[in-house]
Each structure stands twice: as C-alpha cells, then as structure tokens.
C-alpha cells in the first residue's frame, strides 16, 4: 500500500523542545494583563439548585465578575455528536446539576488566586437529590432520572424487535460480558484556554485569537466561531503543545494554526 506507514520507522519531530524544556504551552503564553477564570463546580453528584448568592464574591479584592446561567444566558453546549437533544448540557448549570463537578458559576478576576480564593466565596444552595451510578440500575423503573422530562435514562438506543431470530443461522455464537474501566490519559498540560482580542500576542487581522488545548482543532474553531456569532474566517485559533505531541506549526490556512 503506497504511503502506508506501517511498519515504517517515523522520526518525532517534536521530541527537541519537548527535551529542551521549549515547549509552549496555554498556561505559559505571554499574554499580558490577562484576567483569569474560575469556576464554581458542584460538591453533588445530582441535585437541584434552589439559590445561588454571589455578592461576597463580587466584593472581594481583585474580583471583576461573578456570572451564573442566569447572567449569561449562553445556549446549551453541542458535543462532538448530538445523541439527543433533550440531553442538552448547559455551559453552567441552570436548575440541576447533574455530576460531581458541574459548574455552577465562573468567576472572573485579576489574578489566578484571587479567582479560585473567590470561588469559596459563593454561596451556592443545593437540594441533593437520589444518585444512581451503575449504568444497569439506572434503567430500572424506579431509577433517578437525569433528564425528568425524558422519562427515561436511555438517551438513544436501538435494538432488534423482541423474537428477532438473528443469529438463527450463525454457525458459531460469542456471547461475553465485558466491563471497561475508565480511561486515564495522561497529558502534558490539561483542559486550558486563552483568549485575546484581535490577533492578540501573535498578531494578524483577526477578530478574536483562541489558544486551547485540544486535539481537534477545526472541531473547536468551527464550534466557537458558531457559538460566539462569528465569522469562522475572522476567528484565530492555536493549539499548542498538547498531550505529549506537539500541534504547534506553521499555518496553513487562516483560521487554525497547527
């Protein structure tokens, strides 16, 4: 197979500034008088919001903004695919949270410290509600329900009609229950984002310039592009080094930098 590259030595070219200690990452870019972001995340597993107090944290040194949903008003987050849409997640929680660490406000300040020293500053009144944690139980009839509306814990499914005779003529059937541990990565630098106006440190007409730690950046770029109500083209976005492999290279094309 002509340009297969199995089998075939392949020279990492990113390997030199990995060694070196040059490797640039979000956290490190020099971007200056930058305000840094925090984020409120629930303690709960589910439960409802019944309130959310943020005056004390609006008030403390080097805080500049405090939002929660209700502020914002941003519309739901699409994943890389839409299973279904009454499973829509919010950018920050609205009435329930849904999982340990959902976030339920931002904070926005001067410096990084005084963001997460303001996160214990908002109040934040929850309901608990019932946890179900094993994927089976949580199709039983008396299951707590993610989504109430749904009415159901299965997001999508599809499965032969019941009597289905499928496998009637199969010679040989394979029947195995298999249980999958999550998966640990392992990167470099974690989830991290930066965002300058114009074409920020980098320069280059642009409206806005993104630097974030991803993989898929044409997935990112055109996901913010829509989400924000800009033009793709006048949107400038850079990965840098991201889990262990660097994504930073010349530019090819005007909106995404690899």
């Given at each position: 197979?002509?340009?297969?590259?199995?089998g075939t030595?392949?020279?990492?070219?990113?390997?030199?500034?990995?060694?070196?200690?040059?490797?640039?990452?979000?956290?490190?870019?020099?971007?200056?008088?930058?305000?840094?972001?925090?984020?409120?995340?629930?303690?709960?597993?589910?439960?409802?919001?019944?309130?959310?107090?943020?005056?004390?944290a609006l008030?403390?040194?080097?805080?500049?903004?405090?939002?929660?949903?209700k502020d914002?008003?941003?519309?739901?987050?699409?994943?890389?695919?839409?299973?279904?849409?009454?499973?829509?997640?919010?950018?920050?929680?609205?009435?329930?949270?849904?999982?340990?660490?959902?976030?339920?406000?931002?904070?926005?300040?001067?410096?990084?410290?005084?963001?997460?020293?303001?996160?214990?500053?908002?109040?934040?009144?929850?309901?608990?509600?019932?946890?179900?944690?094993?994927?089976?139980?949580?199709?039983?009839?008396?299951?707590?329900?993610?989504?109430?509306?749904?009415?159901?814990?299965?997001?999508?499914?599809?499965?032969?009609?019941?009597?289905?005779?499928?496998?009637?003529?199969?010679?040989?059937?394979?029947?195995?229950?298999?249980?999958?541990?999550?998966?640990?990565?392992?990167?470099?630098?974690?989830?991290?984002?930066?965002?300058?106006?114009?074409?920020?440190?980098?320069?280059?007409?642009?409206?806005?310039?993104?630097?974030?730690?991803?993989?898929?950046?044409?997935?990112?770029?055109?996901?913010?592009?829509?989400?924000?109500?800009?033009?793709?083209?006048?949107?400038?976005?850079?990965?840098?080094?991201?889990?262990?492999?660097?994504?930073?290279?010349?530019?090819?094309?005007?909106?995404?930098?690899?």
């Open positions: 197979m002509a340009g297969s590259v199995l030595e392949v020279r990492r070219v990113e390997d030199p500034e990995l060694l070196r200690g040059e490797a640039t990452y979000v956290d490190n870019l020099p971007i200056p008088d930058a305000a840094h972001i925090a984020f409120v995340r629930s303690p709960f597993a589910h439960a409802e919001i019944t309130g959310i107090d943020t005056a004390e008030q403390a040194d080097g805080v500049l903004a405090v939002y929660t949903a914002l008003d941003l519309a739901p987050v699409r994943p890389f695919m839409v299973v279904n849409a009454a499973c829509e997640r919010p950018p920050l929680a609205i009435d329930r949270v849904r999982f340990v660490g959902d976030p339920v406000a931002v904070i926005v300040a001067e410096t990084r410290a005084a963001a997460v020293d303001a996160v214990e500053l908002v109040d934040v009144d929850y309901e608990p509600l019932p946890v179900v944690a094993d994927p089976e139980a949580a199709l039983a009839d008396d299951a707590p329900l993610q989504f109430p509306d749904l009415g159901t814990n299965i997001a999508a499914g599809e499965r032969d009609e019941d009597g289905a005779e499928i496998l009637a003529d199969a010679d040989v059937v394979a029947r195995a229950r298999i249980e999958n541990q999550r998966v640990a990565v392992v990167p470099l630098e974690g989830n991290a984002i930066a965002v300058e106006p114009g074409g920020g440190h980098l320069g280059g007409d642009y409206d806005l310039t993104i630097h974030v730690s991803t993989q898929m950046p044409h997935v990112v770029w055109k996901r913010a592009a829509k989400q924000l109500g800009l033009d793709a083209d006048r949107l400038h976005l850079v990965t840098p080094h991201v889990a262990a492999r660097s994504a930073a290279r010349s530019a090819s094309s005007p909106s995404t930098t690899w």
